[in-house]
């Protein structure tokens, strides 16, 4: 499922994770907005945000992660 973590610029422990089976995010000149199968469901300020970050989980729970390459 996507999840994105949404770090503020003013760091106040309000960090924000937004999470649905549709959720996509894009970048505007001033805004970053998500969407999800109806629509825009939230927009943050780009001057209010110090990164976006997708968090949610790409394997299977079942499955080992991939060996680290040296």
Known sequence: MPA????HA???GDDTVLEDDTLT????PDW???RDEA????AVPRE?????MRVDEDQEPDQEPAPAKE
């Open 4 to 7: 994105y973590l949404i770090v």
């Open 10 to 12: 003013e760091r106040r």
């Open 25 to 28: 995010v894009e970048f505007t």
């Open 32 to 34: 970053a907005v998500f």
């Open 39 to 42: 629509g825009a469901c939230y």
């Open 48 to 52: 209010q945000i110090r990164s976006i």
